[in-house]
């Protein structure tokens, strides 16, 4: 099945620092997703982004699908951005319509 | 429209019984997924429904393990006979064709 790896594993910034999330993925994909989920284990949708680039406020993301990577960039870090950013792919064929997930990036932003 | 939904939170139980999950997926979604996660890890998929139809099971859902989504609404995720290595955060998602998929806040589930 298709690979997913997420850099870095872990992350500790200060509050106001900018950050940049990479997802290397095995395969081409047909469906690339980012999540953030918070320290209550809630998986929230970032960004539907199989290729190009999409802006939400401090968050943006960057998926170049013929080199098979994608970037979550987040500037001005709040408390608030503290949680796991995973990244999930789907190489959507015959049976096979899911999402794959990374093991994510463990995001902390100190006050 | 409230998002996806999971019943209950938090569920504790001994190993041999058997315990019941539900979930109500955002209303006009046509798919939804069943996703397991431990402890550090991403969630790993169980099995997904197209309407009512189950479409693909992970080799994960041993034969203890069963979903329905009777008339493609609401779904259970059924485990028999507990094993304390069922323990995890059983998690439910809907989409709307396989796009921007939603999450609901997951069952935790603990096996004693």
């Known amino acids: 099945g298709i690979q997913v790896e997420q850099s870095p594993p872990d992350l500790i910034l200060q509050e106001g620092a900018n950050s940049t999330l990479r997802c290397n993925f095995s395969?081409?994909?047909?469906?690339l997703q980012w999540f953030h989920q918070n320290p209550w284990g809630q998986l929230i949708n970032l960004f539907y982004?199989?290729?190009g680039t999409k802006q939400n406020g401090r968050l943006s993301a960057t998926t170049v699908a013929t080199e098979r990577y994608s970037l979550l960039y987040i500037s001005s870090s709040q408390t608030t951005d503290s949680g796991v950013y995973f990244c999930?792919?789907?190489?959507?064929?015959?049976?096979?319509?899911?999402?794959?997930f990374g093991t994510g990036t463990r995001l902390t932003i100190i006050p | 429209d409230t998002g996806v939904s999971q019943d209950p939170r938090h569920k504790i139980t001994k190993r041999g019984q058997n315990v019941t999950f539900r979930c109500d997926p955002i209303?006009?979604?046509?798919?939804l997924y069943w996703y397991r996660q431990t402890l550090g890890q991403g969630p790993e998929f169980l099995t997904y429904?197209?309407?009512?139809?189950?479409?693909?099971k992970s080799r994960l859902l041993s034969d203890r393990f069963s979903a329905e989504r009777p008339k493609g609404s609401f779904s259970t995720l059924e485990i028999q006979r507990t094993e304390q290595g069922d323990s995890a955060m059983y998690l439910c998602?809907?989409?709307?064709?396989?796009?921007?998929?939603?999450f609901g806040n997951g069952t935790r589930l603990t096996v004693t």
């Open positions: 998602a809907s989409s709307l064709e396989g796009y921007s998929w939603y």
């Open positions: 395969d081409s994909v047909n469906n």
């Open positions: 982004i199989p290729s």
């Open positions: 999930a792919v789907e190489r959507r064929n015959f049976g096979n319509e899911k999402l794959t």
């Open positions: 209303s006009e979604h046509n798919r």
């Open positions: 429904f197209q309407n009512e139809a189950q479409l693909e």
